[in-house]
């Protein structure tokens, strides 16, 4: 735990007390503050009242004494409205934070130069991550990785110098950190996500640049520049003297880090040099994990991580969980469980990634369905349909893709096993990436994943991938 030291001896209100807001009240109360939580359900009421803690109803107490309102990232801060309690906070004149900006305020007091890797972005952050927490371990660091990937922030160990901390942000956990200064900010793409708690997308791109903008003297902002609003993040923070390294998948650039061929390859002063090889590793395979490895490679050299210790990081990545992650494989057939592939668009990463295609979706669907895959179908050899989404995605495949309604996923991995074998072809993929979310059958994709991954592994004559 992170103690919290720069509220001791003052009255703090927190509201939200799942996970990290549970979390920031143990730490405020550690560093000697006096905790008022609260929250509109009434089940995490209790559990902070069983932990210790004062509890009350906020729009029943006196502001007066509060120095600040600690906010969990769930609580909505502008949009559709602000939540009642950031209401009372600003007619009271308390500012309102997160646990991200706890974490930031302890770092300045006393470790302001321990490492500190913070990462954003619309897609890939939680693959990203993973990977720079794998390499700054096999690189010697004592590494604490959490935030929004997992673990609370406040519940890691303090920052000091030989300690990393590889923290993952969503743009709510940064709009409540106005002094979010990372020696190393990554902000991988911006596309349209969260316009419900952010207005516009232009606002949550804004909130996104914040994490980059902040980047401390002498640290580093990464950014993807595959898409427009990060290219034009770039070059603001380029005309405000910041150290910037550009990524990209899609284009060789003459300065920055770019993908060509399944190497990394850093461009610079007119040189370009290779400084890591991607061909052959399963768990970085496909565009979008190319984009995460070129950003993670970019974090090592910002650390001053050699290209050897780089290139051995990469190569040791087992991937993120249930997320194109290799369980298992019997002769040609490769078994891959995407099973956080909740939406189409996450779907599409995973379907790129190969050519064999035994696809198993299906679940609890959302808008748009699957109409938005079609240029992928000629990738899938058939598909096996499960949960309520089964019917509405047999009549989005109709003759173009083979397909069978399995209902359930042990039915499915069946079938698909069978059908993969029984093809003949020398890279057969059974791909589990539902493009739906899990509601209908499992409480969440993460039950999902390790089903399907007991499901392939009791299959006779299934090994290991290494």
Known sequence: MIPVTSFAGKTVAVFGLGGSGLASCHALKAGGAEVIAADDNAENVAKATQAGFITADLRNVSWANFAALVLAPGVPLTHPVPHWSVLKAREAGVEVIGDIELFCRERRRHAPDAPFVAITGTNGKSTTTALIAHLTKV?????????????????????????????????????????????????????????????????????????????????????????????????RLDRAGKNVVRISVKNPLASGIYV????????????????????????LRGQHNAQNAACAAAVALAMGISQDVLQNGLRSFPGLAHRMEQVGRRGNVLFVNDSKGTNADATAHALSSFADIFWIAGGKPKAGGIT?????????????????????????????????????????????????????????????SPACASFDQYRNFEIRGTKFRELVQALPGVQPVV
């Open 139 to 235: 690189a010697g660091y004592d590494t604490q990785m959490g935030g929004n990937i997992g673990t609370a922030i406040l519940s890691l160990e303090p920052p000091r110098m030989g300690r990393v901390h590889v923290i993952e942000m969503s743009s709510y956990q940064i709009d409540l950190a106005p002094s979010l200064d990372p020696s190393v900010g990554i902000l991988l793409n911006v596309s349209e996500d969260h316009i419900d708690r952010h207005g516009t997308i232009e606002h949550y791109a804004a909130v996104k640049e914040r994490l980059v903008a902040g980047v401390q003297g002498g640290g580093t902002s990464i950014v993807g520049v595959d898409d427009g609003f990060c290219r034009d993040i770039a070059d």
């Open 260 to 283: 060509e061929h399944g190497t990394i390859v850093r461009a610079a002063g007119g040189a370009h040099s290779e400084i890591a090889a991607l061909g052959g590793i399963g768990s």
């Open 372 to 432: 938005s895959l079609t240029g992928f179908f000629p990738r899938i050899r058939k598909a096996y349909l499960i949960g309520e989404a089964a019917q509405e995605f047999s009549g989005t495949l109709g003759t173009q893709v083979g397909h069978e309604i399995s209902q359930t996923l042990d039915v499915a991995v069946e079938h698909a096993a069978r059908d993969a074998e029984a093809s003949g072809l020398t890279d057969a993929v059974v791909l589990l």
